[in-house]
T-cell receptor, first 110, second 113 residues
């Protein structure tokens, strides 16, 4: 069964303290892995798409990487405005639905 | 470029009632998906529409139904509302079926009393 697991569930960082969020996936064939940011009560905001192992994408303080079994979202020198829930989703071959993890709630303290 | 919009923002219904939620796709996008997101959970796939046809469905009962119109806007209808239907309902559009990322609307918060 296709599955996405994110860890940790919650993370508290001091401003400037770098860390990584993990997304492990089991899927019959990966059509794409997607990272989103979600603020409370709002819709997810698209961040990155990764298609193949070894691929990396960067945007400001965020960097996403992909292996055959997991993806990491690295946050370098985070700021309080980076506080949000970060969601990972995969698209599986043979189906057009996207499977989401439960997210990592990130809190960055000033 | 106009993003994905949804209406209404919030809705309160009682058990047994019916509800219709609406979504306008991002300009140029022909594929729309609907998701249910319970508090503290990730979005759960309800169904997807491509060129006015339902293209796939998640583990939701038939009382969840939808439509897509020629302009690619979409509706989600839920009949016989249950308390567990209380959630944030998200609409997402994508440029083409099975290709690339989805872009989400702000969601409709449904509360069933």
């Amino acid at each position: 069964e296709d599955q996405v697991t994110q860890s940790p569930e919650a993370l508290r960082l001091q401003e400037g303290e770098s860390s990584s969020l993990n997304c492990s996936y089991t899927v019959s064939g990966l059509r794409g892995l997607f990272w989103y940011r979600q603020d409370p009560g709002k819709g997810p905001e698209f961040l990155f798409t990764l298609y193949s192992a070894g691929e990396e994408k960067e945007k400001e303080r965020l960097k996403a990487t992909l292996t055959k079994k997991e993806s990491f979202l690295h946050i370098t020198a985070p700021k309080p405005e980076d506080s949000a829930t970060y969601l990972c989703a995969v698209g599986a071959s043979g189906t057009y639905k996207y499977i989401f993890g439960t997210g990592t709630r990130l809190k960055v303290l000033a | 470029e106009t993003g994905v919009t949804q209406s209404p923002t919030h809705l309160i219904k009682t058990r047994g009632q019916q509800v219709t939620l609406r979504c306008s796709s991002q300009s140029g996008h022909n594929t729309v998906s609907w998701y249910q997101q319970a508090l503290g959970q990730g979005p759960q796939f309800i169904f997807q529409y491509y060129r006015e046809e339902e293209n796939g469905r998640g583990n939701f009962p038939p009382r969840f139904s939808g439509l897509q119109f020629p302009n690619y806007s979409s509706e989600l209808n839920v009949n016989a509302l249950e308390l567990d239907d209380s959630a944030l309902y998200l609409c997402a559009s994508s440029l083409e079926l099975g290709v690339g990322e989805q872009f989400f609307g702000p969601g409709t918060r449904l509360t069933v009393l």
